[in-house]
């Protein structure tokens, strides 16, 4: 069973400082990591490697410091990577990357079954799971909390927040995984020293035999005008002495302010 799994690089949100000043978030300097979504997918595709044999792929989009985090990806069970780390993927938005992801697909050529994450931690737009499927033809299904494989079917419980539905499909298919999916593990010693001896592959655009229209900043079909954090005032009320009436006066401040 051949499985490819889908990863993206972010900045790590636990890692991001906002500007007093203007409230734009400071990204120079954070770590990149991938998303939690991104673990459960992989963590589902070793796993089911590991039942029915086979080979995982990681095919992650990202900077160039991309082959740094992929080696986590490999120890955690991943056979081999491929990266998409030209500047020229970059800025793509859901389309872009949708068509990157696509192309890179077709070109690894053999899978039976494509894992990814729900959403992605930075955007969240939920699109790239759809599009791909769509530019590959192939039957997708989304928002897996149950993931089971027999006799060449995927056996999935959707998690559709006020029920549970069960769905079946053949191979090949397209899968998003939910947190609930499963722990990811965290790989031992011995796993991330053999991790950096795993295959690694690098491909441009010019080997997936796309044009600069079809990736980057110019295919993106939505553009960020601002992303500024909330604002937020604060009081600065300090209550001090007797605990109880401390405790009194401050729920009486809440109050007031309509907080409770």
């Given at each position: 069973m051949d499985i490819i799994v889908c990863l993206k690089q972010v900045p790590d949100l636990q890692q991001i400082r906002i500007k007093r000043e203007t409230r734009e978030p400071v990204l120079e300097g954070a770590p990149f990591v991938f998303g939690a979504f991104e673990k459960n997918a992989l963590e589902a595709a070793v796993r089911l490697k590991e039942k029915h044999g086979g080979k995982v792929i990681a095919l992650a989009l990202g900077t160039p410091k991309l082959?740094?985090?992929i080696l986590e990806a490999l120890a955690m069970g991943a056979d081999e990577a491929v990266l998409l780390t030209e500047p020229a993927f970059a800025g793509g938005g859901a389309v872009g990357t949708a068509n990157a992801l696509a192309a890179a697909i077709r070109k690894i050529g053999k899978f039976d079954l494509i894992l990814m994450g729900e959403g992605s931690a930075d955007n969240y737009s939920?699109?790239?799971?759809?599009?791909?499927?769509?530019?590959?033809?192939?039957?997708?299904?989304?928002?897996?909390?149950?993931l089971q494989m027999t006799n060449n079917r995927i056996h999935a419980t959707r998690d559709l927040?006020?029920?549970?539905?069960i769905v079946e499909a053949d191979l090949p298919v397209v899968v998003s995984a939910t947190s609930e999916l499963n722990t990811p593990r965290?790989?031992?010693?011995?796993?991330?020293?053999?991790?950096?001896?795993?295959?690694?592959?690098?491909?441009?655009?010019?080997?997936?035999?796309?044009?600069?229209?079809?990736v980057g900043a110019s295919v993106a079909a939505v553009k960020t005008l601002s992303n500024l954090a909330p604002e937020q005032e604060r009081?600065?009320?300090?209550?001090?002495?007797?605990?109880?009436?401390?405790?009194?006066?401050?729920?009486?401040?809440?109050?007031?302010?309509?907080?409770?």
């Open positions: 082959k740094e985090n939920g699109q790239i799971i759809a599009r791909v499927a769509e530019l590959l033809d192939l039957p997708q299904i989304t928002y897996v909390r149950e927040e006020d029920v549970l539905e965290l790989p031992p010693l011995t796993a991330i020293l053999r991790a950096s001896k795993k295959p690694i592959a690098i491909w441009s655009p010019s080997d997936l035999s796309l044009a600069k229209e079809q009081k600065q009320i300090l209550f001090e002495g007797d605990v109880d009436k401390a405790a009194d006066e401050l729920v009486k401040a809440l109050q007031k302010e309509g907080a409770v």
